[in-house]
């Protein structure tokens, strides 16, 4: 029996798509180890969206090479988006000689043909399919996050905002098939998963590109009517596509949770148009506007980017109005990230490394202090919290409420998996501390 090792870089769409190449492993009879010398196969399921994922993955490639030598019959995979950059498989080949199979997005269904082939010639295997509108059914992830399970809904995205690779590696936007999903979801809520995330690009546009047509909104009002307790979440939505009949199934699901992840990336107009979002920072206050209307007590988190060429001080400054405005529950704040191949890499008037972290160090203090006042408003309460871990540090447990606020407390037995009442008695921060009840 041999034993693999995957490294994953990136968003939650590569976390699950490696476990669906841990379940296509598993499925051939290998088993997870924790570290490279163990393996047999060893796995890169890279990401290029942002720089540092990708320098990072190109580093553990690279202190490699010397354990290669010694053990000959290792198999080393890279796949994921960066391999799927124009010729950046030709290079990463010509560069990491030692590398055995090297393989894009739209092949990783193929991947226990393609190790099978490897290991019967002994050749090396570079294969990047070109883009295409197949999704492929039938792959057993081999789930690592319970009592969280991921699920797509879509691949690929048409928005083509002007600092984003995505569209370009990813492809264009394709659904997977409405009863795909919810038998998909029916079995992970039978199979005893508590919260499930739906997976896209750009979920709004879900079910546009199938015949007949179906919407996000009625996605969610079908996967209302499963039974059995469990919570809905969802990422990642556009606010140009997002509308009220969302919210309104949102609100009448059983599942769905009170929190809405709605990118804004920046809060200048002028920036917004350069990034191609098209919509306004008042467009997108008035998706705010409708979300706290049909759901008053609705958490509402975000992405910003800081540092997108041109980006004056004012335009920060507009970044800040927009989040104070916005009143956010949280935000995954980011410095831009040049990358080749986007429109935004050839705009003139780059900002300098010490400007955008000038920035950035501004904008996570004034979130920061924003979520540290929202914690303190949980003192004295007792909520519902779903339990995902234990933490050894702390010699605490720790979850989630439904707004995806985290909580630690103690517990005399093992309640990963379990929806308990934690009444809260503390901060530590921007999380909270609290006592089962």
């Not at 041999?2 to 379940?23: D, F, P, R, W």
């Not at 883009?131 to 879509?154: C, D, F, H, Q």
Request: proline content about 2%; charged content about 30%.
């Amino acid at each position: 029996m041999g034993k693999y090792l995957i490294n994953t870089y990136g968003c939650q769409m590569n976390v699950h798509e490696s476990e669906k190449i841990a379940g296509i492993l598993a499925k051939i009879g290998y088993v997870a180890c924790s570290a490279a010398e163990e393996a047999d196969i060893i796995v890169f399921n890279t990401c290029c969206v942002r720089e540092n994922a990708e320098q990072h993955a190109f580093g553990n490639i690279g202190m490699l090479k010397k354990l290669k030598a010694e053990k000959r019959d290792l198999i080393i995979v890279v796949c994921g988006c960066m391999t799927q950059q124009g010729d950046f498989a030709k290079k990463l080949s010509e560069s990491y000689p030692y590398v055995d199979i090297v393989i894009g997005t739209y092949n990783i269904d193929k991947f226990e043909e393609i190790l099978t082939r490897k290991i019967q010639t002994k050749k090396r295997i570079v294969e990047i399919l070109e883009k295409n509108g197949k999704i492929s059914e039938g792959i057993t992830p081999l789930r690592s996050s319970y009592p969280n399970a991921w699920v797509n809904i879509m691949y690929g995205c048409d928005n083509f905002c002007t600092y984003c690779i995505v569209p370009y590696v990813r492809g264009r936007e394709r659904s997977r098939n409405t009863e795909d999903v919810i038998n998909e979801v029916k079995s992970l809520v039978e199979e005893g998963y508590k919260e499930i995330t739906l997976l896209g690009q750009n979920v709004n546009s879900y079910g546009k590109d199938l015949v007949p047509s179906v919407s996000f909104s009625d996605l969610l009002e079908e996967i209302g009517k499963i039974e059995g307790k469990f919570r809905l979440r969802f990422m990642s939505n556009h606010p140009k596509d997002f509308t009220e009949d969302v919210a309104i199934a949102i609100k009448n699901n059983p599942h769905a949770c009170h929190q809405i992840h709605l990118p804004a990336q920046s809060g200048s107009d002028r920036i917004l148009k350069l990034m191609n979002r098209r919509y306004t920072s008042s467009d997108y206050l008035e998706k705010v506007r409708i979300i706290k209307k049909v759901m008053p007590d609705c958490a509402v988190t975000t992405d910003l980017i800081v540092g997108f060429p041109t980006e004056t001080e004012e335009d920060f400054q507009d970044t800040i109005k927009l989040c104070e405005n916005a009143d956010y529950d949280g935000a995954f704040t980011f410095v831009y990230s040049k990358r080749k191949g986007t429109k935004a890499a050839e705009m003139d008037g780059q900002i300098s490394a010490e400007v955008a972290k000038d920035r950035i160090m501004r904008l996570v203090d004034y979130q920061n202090n924003k979520n540290r006042e929202k914690s303190l408003g949980y003192i004295g309460k007792t909520i519902e919290i779903l339990v995902e871990d234990y933490n050894d540090k702390k010699d605490l447990y720790m979850g989630r409420d439904e707004y995806g606020k985290m909580a630690y407390f103690k517990s005399k037995r093992n309640i990963i998996g379990e929806f308990v009442n934690v009444k809260i008695t503390d901060t530590g921060g921007m999380s909270l501390v609290g006592e089962l009840v």
